[in-house]
């Protein structure tokens, strides 16, 4: 979503780092590239006038000190984060759970922007922490919107509260309320609230949702917003916030390729956090949202932080202890744990976007765009085609079993051998790694040649003495 934003502030910070030492000009000059990107990216004009004022005066005051230091530009860099961070909310916050269980969650918006299926996420992200939701369906005025959450809420183990129809049958408000007391007759410490949107701002949109939240009295009030609806967002937001109310925000449809504008004014100009975001259609594409994380990516460095979290959840803890126990006693990494390997990484989801996460990712765009997600599913193929015996020892793959292997995968011959010869030279790799070697081609990667390990003295075994009388003395004075 933020590529466009990314791209321009890179290329600001490029022109600013190549200056050298920086003046006051130039702090104008990125100024005004900064508020020309943010406005192209739709973002409200009161918080890009309120973002850019703010950069400058901190800027300019800093200035004897930063013409003072070694990395300028850095230090400008420092102060755009700094308001950055601050302009998305600050820091990230959790939902406030009730003393007395249990916790009532309503959600809001208009509709069209996502409030089933976030109704579902919502449900599968504290489900999966160890709590008991339960999903109330008082949406029922948009066709097939009970069902629609019952799907969902089938799919994800969490139970539904639906006793109305709905598509225009039923008292929203009575099934708000009787949610509420079947949750507590059931013991569930959390309720989701799904409500009527409108395709815009009306009066009988307002006071649905009003007479739902008097009546519930919800601990937590989370306005859904289409983040690809620009400068609407805004609008629409303020409007929610004068007629109903709202906690925090939620923000659904990142993954598109919208400007962006929407996530960096909404928590500006509401003072509510952005709580949540969406970043795709399955319903585990949903994370707490992390302004400090989110300032990372849309300044090109990665969000080093959610790609570790995702691994953290993909790889089971026993496997990655196994793996290091085997690296570290010498033995070899074979294609049964190169399997698993494969396995987990599709559980965290698409390549595209773990690769989007990695710190510069904006400068190698075209690489991340055309990766071939189905890479991964053929590779998985291949492997699972083979047997035991194949994936411990690969030696034994000759002409005759790698046929059968690319028979079974529906592969060609060319692509075993391909993955063979790539395995091989992994492993390769590692046992160099492992001996305290740098293999051969990583040299110009930017890592620090490895030590070896230092040749063992022989006992016993004498030095010999050089027969030339000054070069003797100096072997005998080192």
């Known amino acids: ?21 920086i003046s006051s000009a130039d702090i104008e000059t990125t100024c005004i590239e900064i508020r020309q990107a943010l406005l192209e990216s739709d973002v409200a004009l009161s918080v890009v006038e309120t973002f850019i004022s703010q ?28 308001a950055l961070i601050e302009i998305l909310g600050g820091s990230a916050r959790r939902v406030r ?18 409030k089933t299926t976030l109704a579902g996420k919502l449900a599968k992200f504290y489900a999966d922490q160890g709590n008991t939701p339960l999903l109330v369906a008082s949406d029922l005025q948009r066709p097939n919107a009970v069902t629609q959450l019952q799907v969902v809420g089938e799919s994800i183990g969490v139970p539904v509260f639906a006793p109305e129809p709905g598509n225009g049958v039923g008292d929203p408000v009575k099934v708000a309320k009787s949610g509420i007391e079947f949750a507590k007759s059931k013991l569930y410490n959390m309720v989701i609230v799904d409500t009527a949107g409108r395709l815009g701002i009306d009066e009988e949109l307002m006071n649905q949702a009003v007479s739902i939240r008097d009546a519930i009295n919800p601990d937590e009030i989370l306005f859904v917003v289409d983040a ?32 962006g504008g929407a996530a960096l004014s909404i928590a500006s100009i509401t003072k509510r956090p952005i709580m949540f975001a969406s970043t ?19 300044l090109g460095m990665g969000d080093v932080a959610t790609l570790a979290e995702q691994a953290k959840k993909a790889f089971d803890g026993d496997t990655s202890a196994k ?35 990695l710190p510069g990712a904006g400068q190698m765009k075209k690489q991340v765009e055309n990766f071939d997600e189905s890479e991964i599913v ?25 046929a059968r292997i690319a028979l079974g995968a529906g592969r060609k011959v060319s692509d075993v051998n391909n993955l063979v010869d790539r395995f091989a030279a992994a492993q390769k ?31 016993g075994k004498k030095k010999s003495k050089s027969g030339n009388p000054a070069k003797r003395a100096l072997e005998q004075g080192q």
């Open 228 to 259: 690809m609806i620009g400068q609407d967002a805004v609008r629409t937001s303020e409007a929610f916030l004068n007629g109903v109310g709202f906690d925090g925000v939620v923000l659904t449809k990142l993954d598109g390729d919208a400007r």
């Open 1 to 21: 979503m933020f590529e466009s934003l990314t791209t321009r502030f890179s290329g600001a910070f490029s022109a600013l780092r190549g200056r050298g030492k």
């Open 378 to 402: 053929r590779t998985k193929a291949i492997v699972q085609s083979m047997t035991p015996l194949e994936r411990q020892d690969p030696k034994v793959l000759n002409g005759s079993r790698r």
């Open 97 to 114: 759970f009730a003393k007395n269980p249990p916790t009532v969650i309503m959600l809001a918006g208009l509709q069209g922007a996502g």
């Open 280 to 298: 795709g259609e399955k319903l585990a594409d949903f994370d707490i949202f992390y302004p400090e994380r989110m300032a990372s990516r849309i």
């Open 323 to 357: 793996l290091e126990a085997k690296f570290a006693s010498g033995e070899d990494f074979t294609l049964e744990d190169f399997l698993e390997q494969l396995q987990a990484m599709s559980k965290m989801g698409s390549m595209s976007k773990l690769l989007g996460m």
């Open 429 to 459: 790799m590692m046992k160099q790694v492992r001996n305290g070697g740098m293999p051969a081609g990583m040299g110009g990667m930017g890592m620090p040649a490895m030590p070896k390990p230092a040749a063992k003295s022989q006992p």
């Open 55 to 82: 950069i400058r005066e901190k800027s300019l005051a800093a200035l004897p000190t930063l013409q003072s230091g070694t990395n300028q530009a850095q230090a400008v860099f420092e102060i755009v984060n700094t």
